[in-house]
């Protein structure tokens, strides 16, 4: 059954008819031409730019202010001057108006707490719901709406993931860079200085939205920490909730002023909490792209027993020391009838038959058996296979590259669709080589086609993703056995 | 003065002949072929193939045994089956060979301890300095003389980076992504089992060799830590030494078997010593591959006193969370006339002329007084640019594209020259994305052009890097005061 909440911000992502408040043909520097971005999303309803000052703007008919324009309308962007915007909704009937992103700056993050509360009490009365002020407003995929000029670049890539930002440029730093990273958004919303509708409120609509799998949240600080810890913990049990939170340190930008010396103390709780409710703590942006990725729902998630496959005994050495060191992590011995397969199927030197696995210089040769025996290995739920982009330099033929990219890619797949998660770590040394590079879009490509998942960067910042993952989907089975957060 | 090992080690990266014991036309998979490595890094001395079997290798005339050689050998490349290793000794008369490399596998790391020590005692009668057995040989840049197929491709770049590694395949990765990442190295050693020379010989060596000013080791096991300890304490206060330890983990590949628990205290104990003396410990390969390359002495080290220029007001929080949590770093509050000029130049919202200093959408204008407010402020020592490749899509034009990349370049190189280490962040958040790749390129092929350091990753990996090169920074300045460690 639906909340009010809910079907009230149903209507916010699926909008009939959407204003934008301070329209103009032209996109200054530091200003957002929302008008412009609505008509480049080919957003299907209504699109009414308001300024007094213009006839007609991008070749809309443009409304001098909300009351002007004929019947309802579901959603404002706000990009007038602070100091404008009380006027702009004393200019609103009420019932006309539903919801208004305040997209301008120069409030209470300023100390202008008399101008955001008139602001919102102009709100209440007219029964309009408030996102910000100070905020970049929201995205959806399914309802085409977005807040930056690039949005209708990823807007037709549909995904599950729901994403509610304290930070403006997180948000449009994560929805643009996910599609061609395989992070794919649902919706998302900059929530800024949370005068009215909060983080909080956001959590319990995409807990309860179907369309959203997988919860991300950028946040700096939580007013009501005892709801949100509640609202975690019911939605965890079906879908992970992954919780990056900013300002950890005593010397954050604003703590250096006003928290000094406490905030740590408080993270760790915050921490502790969060991880008895199943929620996911992610530290940073890469961080939480990584654990976003492999959480959505197209990929099994990771368990925490590994079978690691990894060319190289320098580097079966540093699985270890950043795997194996990892208290929730285990990379247990194989089973001897697997090591006898495998001592079969390698060449005899330069080897390690041992978990991780050291398939040594073996190539391709026996590519799909070295897979199977590994991943029907019963010790282990887990197979991460690490790719190195520069295997793919040494084969010379363009057409054999082809070949063997998607011949592993479906491999891979192959995998997965067995009900062991398979993932590819993609390791690439090189940074200013444009062959590599090409390969290595080459490799994605083949995996996104394949549905397998990939994750890149060094060991160290892969154990702990996975190690994330895989006591989220522990925590998750013993939910569903009934049984409770510790 | 040089010492005996020093002139002696001289010869090994400087060789006038060189031999292979085991050559033949074909590389065969898993078999090197070293020959033609010399061949194709166009080795200027003799070069002699050895084989029974054929008159001839790869068009020059081979030999049946080291014996058949005319005049002296300073080096030969064993690459037969360990258990003709010995006769290949046997075969040559003393005075005849100064060096080998025992490249191939199958000695005391497989338990044929016995072989080993036969092997030694055959090659101590002829004077003949053993490198491995197990290992893949030397790397010379000067001394052209490579150990893999594509070493030819690097060896036109002259470098500083000194590498000893227990690991081949590291050694290797290492080298092969060297030039495309801007790290730049002299000479190389993968050391093998060390059943004649050591890891300590060749820190002695390379500390006394004036054509390396950087010193990497890739090390799982210390056998005379008290050697090893000193001869750092002797090297850092000149040139920094990077210790990359493999096997830190109880749960270790080998340590699984033989160290169980008891070698977590050992690591620590380790890490203690070695930072005692000013050496820098790293935990992976994209760590040193981080640490060495702003280390080489074309940059200048970071210091801990940092200034960070960075759009995004989620970012700055972000900057905070990872570099004002590490203990040794500080992001000092910059002097009122800095903060007094930095409001002159940015736009008046959305921006932060606190340290880290978000400029907000001030785009190019004033970057160059920008960058000079900043960098002049007495309070730092360091300033580090955060850059994101995406910021290169918004410039639509190529032409001016590619001179903004330029003048970024310029200006950041100028500011260096000036005295105060600026490095630059490179941030790239899509990964399959051909455009992107092509600006990161651009920009890191400028950045190469003037001289100006760059790191690459999450700032979670940063911080860490730049923590530890101001440490080694620190410690030079106290030795040169004529303090002492601690």
Redesign the interface.
């Known amino acids: 059954m639906q909340s009010t909440l809910t079907k009230e911000l149903d209507r916010l992502f699926h909008p009939a008819s959407m204003a934008h408040v301070g329209a103009s043909d032209r996109e200054n520097?530091?200003r957002f031409n929302f008008t412009e971005y609505f008509l480049k999303m080919k957003f299907p309803g209504r699109i009414y730019p308001v300024n007094p000052k213009y006839q007609e703007v991008l070749g809309l008919p443009c409304y001098p202010t909300l009351a002007d324009i004929p019947g309802e309308v579901d959603l404002a962007y706000i990009s007038v001057p602070a100091a404008l915007s009380v006027k702009v909704l004393q200019d609103c009937p009420p019932g006309k108006l539903r919801f208004a992103v305040i997209h301008t700056?120069?409030y209470g993050e300023i100390g202008k707490e008399d101008l955001e509360q008139e602001l919102l009490q102009e709100a209440r009365q007219r029964g309009i719901r408030l996102i910000g002020p100070n905020c970049m407003g929201i995205y959806s995929q399914e309802g085409r709406i977005g807040c930056w000029r690039s949005h209708h670049e990823i807007v037709e890539h549909k995904g599950s993931v729901g994403f509610i930002?304290?930070?403006?440029?997180?948000a449009l730093?994560l929805l643009?860079?996910g599609p061609?990273?395989?992070i794919f958004f649902n919706k998302a919303v900059s929530l800024g200085n949370q005068l009215d509708l909060s983080i909080n409120d956001f959590l319990e609509y995409m807990g309860a939205d179907p369309a959203i799998r997988v919860i991300g949240a950028?946040i700096?600080d939580v007013r009501d920490g005892r709801k949100f810890t509640e609202l975690v913990r019911r939605i965890t049990p079906e879908k992970p909730v992954i919780v990056w939170k900013?300002?950890?340190?005593a010397?954050?930008?604003a703590?250096?002023i006003t928290h000094t010396g406490s905030l740590a103390g408080n993270e760790r709780i915050f921490a502790s909490a969060l991880q008895q409710v199943g929620g996911i703590l992610v530290?940073?942006?890469?961080?939480f792209?990584r654990v976003a990725r492999l959480l959505q729902p197209e990929y099994m998630p990771a368990g925490r027993l590994l079978a690691v496959l990894s060319?190289?005994?320098?580097?079966?050495?540093?699985i270890?020391?950043?795997f194996?060191?990892r208290p929730f992590l285990s990379?247990p011995r194989l089973t001897p009838e697997t090591e006898r397969r495998l001592r079969q199927l390698l060449?005899e030197?330069?080897v390690?038959v041992?978990n991780?696995v050291d398939p040594?210089?073996t190539?391709l040769a026996h590519f799909r058996e070295l897979l199977d025996a590994v991943a029907g290995d019963p010790n282990i739920d887990t197979l991460l296979f690490v790719l190195h982009v520069?295997f793919m330099e040494e084969i010379k033929d363009e057409n054999m590259r082809f070949a063997v990219s998607r011949m592993m890619a479906k491999e891979f797949g192959r995998i997965n669709s067995k009900g062991k998660p398979m993932i590819i770590l993609l390791r690439q040394?090189?940074?200013?080589?444009?062959r590599?590079?090409?390969y290595?879009?080459l490799v994605?490509?083949d995996l996104?086609e394949r549905g397998v998942p990939w994750v890149?960067?060094?060991?160290?910042?892969i154990a702990p993703v996975i190690e994330k993952i895989a006591m989220w989907r522990t925590y998750r089975e013993r939910m569903a056995k009934g049984g409770t957060e510790q």
Chains 1, 2 share one sequence.
Do not use: M, W
């Open positions: 520097v530091g700056s120069g930002s304290q930070s403006g440029g997180h730093d643009q860079g061609d990273s395989d950028y700096e900013g300002g950890i340190t010397r954050g930008k703590a250096a530290t940073s942006l890469e961080e792209r060319p190289g005994g320098g580097n079966t050495v540093s270890c020391d950043h194996a060191s990379l060449p030197e330069n390690d041992a991780p040594g210089a190539g520069e040394l090189r940074q200013n080589h444009e590599l590079d090409s290595r879009r994605l490509k996104h890149d960067g060094g060991f160290e910042d």
